[in-house]
């Protein structure tokens, strides 16, 4: 006569893993360091009178280059103070604004490529330590030239229908060309007259304006 086996529930107990996956999430806590997230850093212009003078990011429109970027793709730009007739058209190609910028800020170029060139000999030697002091005077080295007497002064505007990826792209030529000082301020009517008169009358100034 077979006898019928008793069936045996298993249960297996998961308290322990409880502590065990405390005890790492605190390990990992203080053994590792925090990612710092990669922002973008945007010079503002500061409405505060009570700051010094080299903290304010005072911009002589006798002395800027004016961007205003467009929908697709287009940009324009003028030197100094505007005036109707003085706008010129662009686009975020080699050939574009980078080679306008790159051109205008040649002596800042020049020199970033000194001290980056001085780095990459410096971060050869196989010491962290000493790689990551000649990365820290490099950027405070490159800092100092892009704020230097000399190089561009640029506003950035924006058009109501250029969408948030121009004004991406615009502060990435920023970046590529070596420029530290630039702000980003809204659109003036005038501005917007410029570009109107732009595309009906190209870059030729007004004939009362000529005639001054």
């Known amino acids: 006569m077979k006898t019928k086996q008793k069936k045996m529930n298993v249960r297996v107990d998961f308290t322990p893993m409880v502590d065990m996956m405390m005890l790492l999430i605190t390990f990992f806590m203080l053994c590792t360091s925090l990612i ?37 793709n287009k ?14 058209e662009s686009n975020y190609s080699d050939k574009g604004l980078r080679e306008y910028l790159l051109k205008r800020n040649i002596v800042a170029i020049q020199k970033v490529k000194v001290l980056r060139d001085k780095y990459n000999t410096a971060s050869q030697t196989g010491n ?66 410029m570009i109107k008169y732009y595309k009906e009358h190209g870059n030729v100034k007004p004939a009362a304006q000529t005639a001054q």
């Open 36 to 72: 710092k997230p990669k922002t973008m850093e945007i010079n503002m212009p500061s409405n505060k009178d009570d700051l010094k003078e080299d903290q304010q990011n005072k911009v002589k429109a006798s002395q800027a280059i004016t961007l205003i970027f467009d929908k697709s």
């Open 75 to 88: 940009i324009y730009y003028y030197e100094g103070i505007p005036e109707m007739g003085s706008l010129k």
């Open 128 to 193: 962290a330590f000493a790689e990551t002091k000649a990365k820290a005077t490099l950027n405070e080295e490159i800092d100092k030239i892009r704020g230097e007497k000399g190089v561009p002064n640029i506003i950035i505007k924006g058009m109501d229908e250029g969408s948030y990826k121009n004004l991406i792209d615009c502060l990435d030529e920023m970046q590529i060309c070596d420029i530290g000082k630039y702000v980003i301020v809204p659109i003036t009517d005038f501005d917007k007259q």
